[in-house]
């Protein structure tokens, strides 16, 4: 798994294209497999975007599927775009390919929305937060991982001020403010650090109270990728203990935005949010 490189949203668009040619042929995946001399694995692992499709495959590819002018040249630029490494390709060995992939996703999005229900998100931790979560969630990892870890989160958080930079709207579970990571200190900071935040013209954040009660997302917080390319669907992101989960199927995506909307509306105004904030900060 160390070698495995995460996909960036144009090479799922690239997969997506590949399948949708194939079916347009009338083709089987065993049938393309045959054609081609692969195996049908081979052909599974491009279609979902498990492999990177080497530039000579994609040419095959594209022969079988009869394609040629303009539409062939757009798929054969996006087959060399879709290879292009990113920083976190160099630390995929520590990482693992899904939290990669949400790297990868992250500095490709349009916009975020995320429901964080226990912790500060990691695109806003400050570095001794994120060296106390990093360490809670690694018992046994060594010192050197820790640090590479902290220092990928504090990288990944270039998306919110480059060039473009990525809008993000946070619900912030009124937990989250009294939990003490960390202690006081590194707490009363990481709080502060969240009011400098939300006065960013890209940045939301919203207190959901406690008051509210039940609400959309009880069960636990997800995030929600949005890209500026419209064959790029959303991608809804999942982590627990064990693993990490990618959302894709429009009707299930569709009821997680549902969710961040009402979730949104339940919250606190953007100012009463910052002023809740800054009271927590306050009072550590």
Do not use: C
């Amino acid at each position: 798994m160390a070698g495995r490189r995460s996909p960036s949203v144009r090479s799922r668009q690239l997969a997506a294209e590949l399948r949708r040619l194939r079916e347009l042929a009338g083709l089987t995946g065993e049938q393309v497999s045959e054609r081609l001399g692969w195996s049908a694995a081979k052909v599974s692992r491009i279609e979902t975007g498990r492999t990177a499709i080497a530039p000579a495959d994609l040419q095959l590819l594209l022969d079988v599927y009869d394609l040629s002018g303009t539409q062939r040249e757009r798929l054969s630029d996006l087959g060399r775009s879709a290879r292009q490494r990113g920083w976190w390709d160099a630390y995929t060995d520590i990482l693992g390919p899904e939290y990669a992939t949400l790297i990868a996703l992250e500095a490709e999005a349009e916009s975020v929305d995320w429901y964080a229900a226990q912790i500060v998100p990691g695109l806003l931790q400050t570095e001794d937060y994120a060296r106390v979560m990093v360490q809670s969630t690694l018992l046994i990892s060594p010192p050197g991982e820790i640090e590479r870890r902290v220092q990928v989160r504090m990288t990944r958080q270039r998306v919110l001020t480059r060039e473009d930079p990525l809008r993000l709207l946070v619900v912030l579970d009124q937990t989250v403010l009294r939990k003490k990571v960390g202690g006081a200190a590194v707490m009363r900071r990481q709080l502060e650090r969240l009011g400098e935040a939300a006065r960013s013209p890209n940045v939301e954040i919203r207190v959901l109270p406690d008051a509210v009660g039940a609400h959309p997302a009880v069960t636990g917080e997800f995030t929600i990728l949005h890209f500026p390319e419209p064959s790029a669907p959303d991608v809804v992101y999942i982590e627990n203990m064990t693993s990490n989960l990618y959302v894709e199927h429009e009707a299930e995506v569709f009821r997680y935005n549902l969710a961040l909307d009402r979730l949104r509306s339940l919250a606190l105004r953007p100012e009463d949010s910052q002023a809740m904030i800054a009271a927590a900060a306050d009072s550590m």
